[in-house]
């Protein structure tokens, strides 16, 4: 029992005034047996969540209106639930207990269940259990990219043009990052249903966190290869681009840009318009980005029809196994096994409440390359898709999602032959006047991770939905280093220490 003292009052008062002053309320949440902390822990207040990253650390954004007594709940799979006043977490660390399975005689008959027919109900209870209509949500999306360059090999076999020479080529291939990783990070409301197409946003607050200094530098590589060009090729030339059988045409002017004057006032007064435009330009497009990337995550719920998880729908094509009983808080759950029995894509497991048969949490992976392409050299596999969805529950005693979390690996390559033939039909003689051949071997490697949390969502009607308009006007904020400031007052995951101590190489930029 916990005793009440004088110093207790005193501890509390600080340690909830020391976070009060800061608007968030931070922790790590760790396993009472192994100190480890505990990924993907749901943390409620005041009927609004927010979830712990893979490292177990959570930050909530507090209202002016939260109390002392008010009680922060805290809720894991195979966990002893906590819900307890605020001013009792004095800890740096939040312990959890791992849940004892003792289960009541109801569970015990609902024992008797198949795994096929648990999946049965399930189905036949995801309009009871879930929102499947129009609804407003927001959202957080968590990009990472990582880009990996796994061969760069190359045969020069011919250069008539003496400054395209391996030195060249090999400054070129130098100058190409071998592995960079960018982070985007987005916070908006989402409108819509179950359809990605038809989904509408309004972007609130956006970054971007990369190294600038590992961008190729285009502009450098450009005046090079223009200085070349001008120095060794006719204007009136042009280009054959062969790679094997096949091969493509290009004028010599369109591999030249264009220069402005800069005493020419009105070439200025246009280029400014251009670089405004294209601007406005930039806007709708990263919010259309947002928006489908948003909009394809949702609509692949495994509680909707069209879904590629379809084992909830389709459970006779996946081999099913009762794996375990296990606690969600208070709330017995079934874990289900699924694996394909032919050609579907995926494996992992369903976490489904006993009560009201609703699923809770699904892992999954992919059991074969989703898509695996090779011809004449070219080739692309897509080896990885691995993640997890949480749905919770809330005030209106439906499902919501509350995070999603994928990662998808993807491989490309060429090895093919390249040939650049410059021609020229008004010289006397041959055509041919220059010609670069070489045969390439490249291949390049991207790993990149969504995790999308969805922190409130409230039903609307159509009527709602359609006077929504999109008016997005927001560009995301370059950030060469981490920046702890940037979503002070916003509910989000909390970023991974990865994240937290990325810093730029090169030069800081705004």
């Not at 071998?178 to 990605?196: A, M, P, R």
């Not at 096994?337 to 892992?363: C, H, Q, V, W």
């Not at 220059?434 to 045969?439: G, H, T």
Request: one cysteine or more; charged letters at 30%.
């Amino acid at each position: 029992m916990l005793k009440i003292t004088p110093q207790f009052f005193i501890l509390s008062f600080a340690f909830f005034a020391s976070f009060v002053q800061a608007q968030t309320l931070t922790s790590v949440i760790v396993d009472s047996a192994s100190k480890k902390p505990i990924p993907y822990v749901t943390v409620q207040l005041k009927n609004r969540g927010v979830i712990t990253n893979e490292e177990g650390r959570f930050a909530f954004q507090l209202d002016s209106n939260i109390q002392p007594t008010d009680s922060l709940f805290i809720s894991c799979i195979g966990y002893a639930s906590i819900g307890r006043p605020l001013n009792q977490f004095t800890e740096k660390q939040i312990v959890l207990a791992a849940k004892a399975i003792d289960l009541n005689p109801v569970i015990v008959t609902n024992k008797n269940y198949t795994p096929e027919e648990i999946l049965e109900i399930v189905e036949d209870s995801i309009n009871k259990n879930y929102n499947l209509g129009l609804a407003k949500k927001r959202v957080f999306l968590r990009e990472t990219y990582s880009s990996q360059l796994l061969k760069t090999d190359y045969t020069l076999k011919k250069s008539t043009i003496e400054a395209f020479n391996k030195q060249f080529l090999d400054n070129l291939i130098d100058q190409v990052p071998k592995n960079n990783t960018v982070y985007n990070e987005s916070l908006g409301d989402l409108y819509g249903g179950s359809d990605g197409d038809e989904q509408k946003l309004n972007l609130i607050k956006a970054s971007e966190l990369y190294d600038k200094s590992m961008e190729l530098d285009f502009e450098v590589l450009e005046e090079k290869f223009n200085k070349i060009m001008k120095e060794n090729v006719k204007t009136d030339s042009y280009f054959k681009i062969k790679s094997g059988l096949f091969g493509t045409k290009v004028d010599a002017d369109e591999m030249f840009e264009s220069e402005v004057d800069s005493t020419d006032v009105a070439a200025l007064n246009e280029q400014l318009e251009k670089e405004k435009k294209n601007k406005e330009e930039r806007k709708k497009f990263f919010a259309k980005y947002k928006r489908q990337t948003m909009g394809n995550l949702y609509e692949n719920l495994p509680v909707f029809e069209d879904t590629d998880y379809n084992v909830l729908f389709k459970p006779g094509r996946y081999e099913l196994a009762l794996d375990d009983f296990t606690y969600l808080g208070d709330a017995a759950v079934y874990v289900i096994s699924f694996t394909p029995k032919r050609s579907e894509d995926y494996r992992g497991k369903l976490y489904i409440n006993s009560d009201d048969f609703a699923l809770i949490r699904m892992d999954f992976e992919n059991v074969k390359p989703l898509r695996d392409f090779s011809l004449l050299g070219v080739s692309l596999k897509e080896y990885l898709a691995v993640g997890k969805i949480i749905f919770t529950k809330g005030e209106d005693q439906k499902y919501h999602l509350s995070y999603y979390d994928i990662t998808k690996g993807i491989q490309a390559g060429f090895r093919r032959p390249l040939k650049i033939i410059e021609k020229n039909k008004n010289v006397k003689g041959r055509r041919k006047q220059n010609e670069l051949s070489m045969k390439v071997d490249a291949a390049f490697g991207n790993r990149n991770r969504y995790e999308l949390v969805v922190f409130d969502e409230t039903p609307i009607n159509t009527s709602q939905y359609d006077s929504f308009k999109e008016h997005n006007t927001v560009l995301p904020k370059y950030m060469p280093n981490y920046d702890p400031e940037f979503w002070k007052g916003y509910n989000i995951i909390e970023p991974n220490q990865a994240i937290k101590e990325f810093t730029s190489i090169g030069e800081a930029e705004d």
